[in-house]
């Protein structure tokens, strides 16, 4: 009878240890990332901006990207955006691994991806860094320039 009882609670703390001891709710897998609030992305630590662009946004354009491309952009990670240097923490942006911008001569050939930049990653990022688009009226906003370097470097 002894045996039984030290089973049974031996039983009962493993159980409660694999469950974590408290219950905690969980986001709906098909539940989508949540936005940063107006200003935060500005007043978070190098730490927190890098969590959030690991968990929140890579997931967010990879597939955007993905779903432009899956050949081309089928692997979408920090060195996409960032270049090599993201390896050593380095995530300066803009950055020089993405195509240089050139607004005043731009490229026949590139027209799908601009438009699949103009109308899904700028507002895209925009809205996940909790931030306005840029527009003419807004050029404080998040835009091109952003991420890309402008051709001659003007």
């Known amino acids: 009878m002894r045996r039984m009882k030290l ?10 240890a694999a469950c974590g ?5 969980k986001e709906p897998a098909n539940a ?9 992305w500005e007043g978070m ?8 662009m690991k ?21 979408l990670n920090c060195k996409t955006c960032h270049g090599p240097g ?24 590139d027209a799908a991806i601009h438009e699949f930049m103009e109308k899904e990653v700028k507002p895209g990022m925009a809205q996940l860094l909790g931030m306005t688009e840029w527009s003419p009226e807004n050029p ?3 835009g091109c320039l952003a991420c890309h370097t402008m051709a001659g470097g003007e």
């Open 7 to 16: 089973t049974l609670v031996l039983a009962s703390a493993l159980a409660l």
């Open 86 to 109: 993201a390896e050593e923490g380095k995530f300066e942006m803009p950055s020089g691994a993405l195509p240089e911008l050139d607004f005043n001569n731009p490229d026949p050939d």
């Open 21 to 25: 001891g408290k219950s905690s709710p």
């Open 140 to 142: 404080k906003g998040f």
């Open 55 to 75: 968990h929140t946004v890579v997931p967010v354009m990879a597939e955007k990207f993905a779903a432009f491309d899956a050949e081309k952009f089928g692997e």
């Open 45 to 52: 630590s190098d730490k927190d901006r890098a969590s959030f």
């Open 32 to 40: 989508a990332p949540a936005p940063l609030a107006p200003g935060a």
